[in-house]
């Protein structure tokens, strides 16, 4: 008996093996992978009741909003700790990622060669204080976000084609599962299921009232508030518009995007009638100790006025030119309340369209008011002036001094393009306008004025910047505290002055590294004080270099486990080049490669100056890809293979559609041969492709680069004569000398002028497309 139920029990094991080897597949690809995978990923607009519901929910599961995981276009993010992210501009220590096999499927489409993009990646010997080749993907809070890839499992078949054993292909599917995924926790399912179930409910809803408060404008419109977001602004349905926390479209916000995001979300979740600021705004950080409420109205004026569907408004803190905080404004009734931690800086208001063109601006210094209730720590009665902005750009130039307190505004300032014979006209006390210029506009400004160092800083149009300048003998005594033998040649060298921010808040402890040779520092200071004894920067978040080889320069910063995209900047003799370097904030552009003459598109990958990854694009009309966000300007270069030359272009970091035209190495061998001209390969090439009003198109103003050459084509690239220029679509300039350059074109027809700040260099054509 004992016996039968042995063979018995042995019969069971052997049947169940037998069904185990007849269900197991063939092709691993093909067992069922639902329900195991690593991340979770939908995509819904921000402006849909779904989306509200679902961030609800996550702040009821999870607590305040900042601890969600989303990028801009409203993907979310679930069982982040289980998953790895890739950014642009993040660099990677390969030594502790060497154990990880790390594959990048490309489309046998693409026959980019990969060693074209370098993306201009500076390398470095690490030192002991200054090691920022390695920085790693230790902050928990990316917003990368990425579609679920599944890695391939290991072959099951040898190599005669023979399929392997049921014990080897167990053991590949066991490694492939403990590798590749893993099964979410019951609480990630739960969460999931409540997630799905909220989106489902409120997609029949009209709107969600946690996250949105309805008003009637002045028009009769209903006005519906919405939270804030870094895309912009779409014209409001006939139902809505409204008075909104405003949003976050322009420069000097988006400093404080993250931190401002995370407040309103906080105080949105809270079901209060009254959207009062007061105590709203919390530090991620710890308390910031602010203790002032400022309440007030706005009034526009000289023809402005706010429509309720295709304009908002916006009131924010400025102080030492950067943005500290962003109030809450009631557009249809006119007022407006902000915190602010102390009662000094500028506030500014300012209206734009739904585009995110600023239109109207004020600005009050808060040292005028007097009127503060020691009680409730309120200030009452503002009063803002919304009079028209210039449409080009403004820039205010203060003293460096202007840190100790008071900000000491300069004028009789030389302020200029750099490079270029174009001087920007001061219109009162400090602040300098040229309304001139195009909205896609980017440059060097210039600042000279006598008794102190000339000032460079790489800025964008439409916009309202602040640029320092530094008086000689600060400089001097900042040279001589930081060398130990300065000399009479300090003057043929430059200065590195900046800034580490997260958030717009300075970071300390961050450390600096300055790519290549040619320099003394970093330097970091206590206060405003050179302090050798330092190794990362203090609570100010400051830094600089002296004794800096003019030409391009580029600088890292490791903090914190958070990722910077390195910055490459020009530095001049007697020269303060001011860089500000800023936690790294993606975002989703859609980009174009495309055959720069019949518009088929292109194949190929592209990759951000001072960023090590490159991204691949299909073939297609468009593709949506995530890439670094913020204020300024970046350089993307594209490749489409050996056939095209290596396309560089200049773009807002705030652009949404960037566009990669290619042209051909044979095009262009032809038309400097119809041309009659000679090209040197160790010098830049410029390709512009222009509207029909755009025709003066000038390096550097036309002034010092007498090697560079102008040919101008038709729409279909092919060759016109000097006389035929008015009639062109595009134009080449050969033999560009290498570095900082700036392309400017000019339009008779509209007055506007077109300027942007180039890199040149062998190998890559940058590439330019004007808009009227």
């Known amino acids: 008996m ?15 093996l037998l069904v185990a080897t007849i269900s197991l597949p063939k092709k691993i690809a093909s067992v069922d992978h639902r329900g195991v995978t690593t991340r979770l990923v939908f995509k819904l607009q921000k402006a849909n009741p779904p989306f509200a519901a679902f961030e609800d929910s996550r702040d009821l599961e999870n607590g305040p909003s900042d601890s969600r995981k989303m990028k801009e276009d409203g993907e979310a993010l679930f069982n982040e700790k289980k998953s790895t992210s890739l950014v642009a501009g993040e660099v990677f220590d390969l030594e502790k990622l060497k154990q990880e096999d790390i594959e990048v499927a490309v489309s046998s489409s693409i026959v ?12 470095r010997a690490a030192t002991t204080d200054t090691v920022v080749s390695g920085i790693q993907n230790q902050r928990k809070d990316s917003r990368e976000v990425s579609s679920i890839e599944f890695e391939r499992p290991a072959p099951i078949y040898t190599t005669s084609g023979k399929l392997k054993s049921l014990k080897e292909r167990k053991e590949i599917l066991a490694a492939h599962f403990a590798t590749t995924f893993n099964q979410p926790t019951v609480d990630e399912r739960e969460q999931k299921e409540k997630t799905e179930a909220l989106i489902a409910q409120a997609a029949t809803e009209s709107r969600v009232a946690a996250n949105t408060r309805e008003f009637v404008a002045s028009t009769g419109t209903k006005v519906i508030v919405k939270r804030t977001n870094n895309s912009p602004i779409k014209p409001s349905d006939s139902r ?58 706005l009034e526009m004026r000289d023809g402005l006025a706010y429509t309720g569907v295709d304009t908002f408004l916006r009131v924010v803190h400025i102080q030492g030119g950067y943005l500290q905080n962003e109030g809450v404004v009631w557009a249809s009734e006119g007022r407006f309340e902000i915190v602010v931690d102390k009662v000094e800086g500028y506030l500014i208001g300012e209206l734009r369209s739904s585009e995110g063109e600023l239109l109207g601006y004020s600005e009050l210094g808060l040292d005028s008011i007097k009127n503060i209730d020691a009680k409730s720590n309120e200030i009452k009665d503002v009063h803002l002036v919304i009079r028209p902005a210039p449409k080009g750009l403004m820039v205010e130039v203060s003293s460096a001094r202007s840190f100790e307190g008071n900000e000491f505004r300069l004028d009789n300032v030389d302020l200029s393009i750099d490079a270029m014979e174009r001087r920007i006209p001061e219109s009162k006390k400090g602040q300098y306008i040229d309304d001139s210029l195009s909205a896609d506009s980017s440059f060097v400004l210039k600042a000279e004025k006598e008794g102190y160092w000339n000032s460079l800083a790489i800025r964008e149009a439409q916009s309202h910047e602040k640029m320092v300048m530094f008086p000689d003998s600060m400089i001097e005594a900042l040279i001589s505290l930081s060398v130990k033998e300065s000399t009479n040649s300090e003057n043929e060298y430059g200065v590195v002055w900046g800034r580490v921010l997260d958030a717009g808040n300075p970071v300390k402890d961050a450390k600096v590294a300055m790519v290549g040779e040619g320099y003394v520092g970093p330097i970091y200071f206590t206060k405003y004080i050179p302090d050798q004894t330092l190794k990362s920067t203090s609570e100010n978040g400051l830094f600089a270099f002296v004794r800096v080889v003019p030409g391009i320069q580029s600088i890292e910063v490791a903090a914190h486990g958070k990722r910077f995209l390195a910055e490459v900047f020009p530095v001049g003799a007697k020269a303060v080049s001011q860089i500000d370097i800023k936690s790294l904030r993606t975002r989703n552009v859609t980009v174009s490669l495309y055959d720069g003459f019949n518009g088929e598109a292109k194949p190929g990958k592209i990759q951000v100056i001072g960023s090590s990854r490159e991204i691949f694009v299909e073939k297609q009309k468009s593709k949506e890809v995530v890439l670094p966000g913020g204020s300024g300007v970046m350089i993307v270069e594209a490749d489409a293979g050996k056939t095209y030359e290596v396309s560089r272009v200049t773009t807002k970091k705030s652009a949404y559609h960037i566009k990669f035209p290619f042209v051909t190495t044979a095009w262009l061998e032809k038309l400097v041969k119809q041309a009659n001209l000679e090209m040197n390969p160790d010098l830049g090439k410029v390709v512009g492709f222009n509207k029909l009003s755009y025709k003066d198109v000038f390096i550097d103003g036309g002034y010092g680069t007498n090697s560079s050459q102008v040919i101008y084509f038709d729409k279909k690239g092919r060759y016109l004569q000097p006389s035929q220029w008015s009639q062109s679509a595009g134009f080449l300039f050969i033999n560009v000398p290498i570095g900082y350059r700036t392309l400017t074109a000019h339009s008779e027809e509209t007055g506007l002028t077109s300027v942007q700040v180039l890199i040149t260099a062998p190998g890559a054509v940058n590439v330019a497309t004007f808009e009227e």
């Open 112 to 123: 980019a060669d990969n060693r074209r993009l370098k993306g201009m990646v500076f390398k």
């Open 240 to 297: 809505s518009s409204s008075p909104q926390v405003a949003p976050e479209v322009d420069n000097l916000a988006r400093d404080g995007a993250d931190f401002v995001r995370r407040a309103v979300a906080s105080h949105q979740s809270e079901k209060t009638e009254d959207p009062s600021v007061a105590g709203i705004i919390t530090d991620p950080e710890g308390d910031r100790g602010y203790s002032y409420v400022i309440h007030g109205d």
């Open 2 to 16: 004992r016996l039968a139920t042995v063979t018995l029990k042995r019969m069971m094991w052997f049947g169940l």
